[in-house]
């Protein structure tokens, strides 16, 4: 069995509730990024050990927060010896606003797991995007390089729409079965 491992950085709440969603549905573990852009000596070995790594953060300002991009800065050290080669990547967004330039971060997400030597999965979900849709909707908000979440600045982590937790637990099943598949 593959071994999934989520790598997350979460301001207020919202992205750690995403995370043990899609941990949950992936069967894998969680490895937090903390307030000052750290990961414990455990994190960095169960990266390591990890067949498949899942990237999940905020979008702030149209990119991951300082936080998130210390830890990628701190990835260097894996690059250098290409620890994470071949593995799979994944990752997922959470902003308040509908679009809020989450794109951009998939995409540095996206680059980040390339020059690893990574293998990027895309989210693999057609968009919901008829008339009758709905933010129950899978996919509501019609993300293709990873999984999109949108978080009103003013609702709790409870509140974070359906469609886009499932969005997010699907993908990250998926992310899951092709490092099975790839890895054993």
Do not use: C
Request: glycine share 8%; aromatic share 8%; hydrophobic share 45%.
């Amino acid at each position: 069995m593959a071994k999934t491992v989520i790598v997350y950085f979460s301001g207020y709440g919202h992205t750690r509730r995403i995370a043990e969603l899609a941990a949950q549905a992936a069967a894998a573990d969680l490895v937090e990024i903390s307030a000052e852009g750290e990961v414990s000596e455990a994190g960095w070995s169960q990266l390591d050990a990890a067949q498949a790594i899942i990237f999940g953060t905020p979008t702030y300002m149209a990119s991951p927060p300082w936080q998130f991009k210390k830890f990628a800065d701190a990835t260097s050290k894996k690059w250098f010896t290409r620890a994470w080669q071949d593995k799979v990547f994944g990752g997922f967004t959470n902003s308040a606003s509908l679009n809020g330039d989450k794109q951009v971060t998939l995409i540095s997400l996206q680059t980040l797991a390339s020059q690893h030597g990574g293998i990027w999965v895309s989210l693999g979900l057609a968009p919901a995007n008829t008339k009758a849709a709905t933010r129950a909707d899978v996919n509501n908000l019609g993300g293709s390089v990873g999984a999109l979440v949108q978080s009103p600045a003013d609702a709790s982590s409870d509140e974070i729409p359906p469609g886009d937790l499932e969005t997010v637990k699907l993908y990250a099943a998926r992310v899951a079965d092709v490092a099975k598949r790839l890895h054993g």
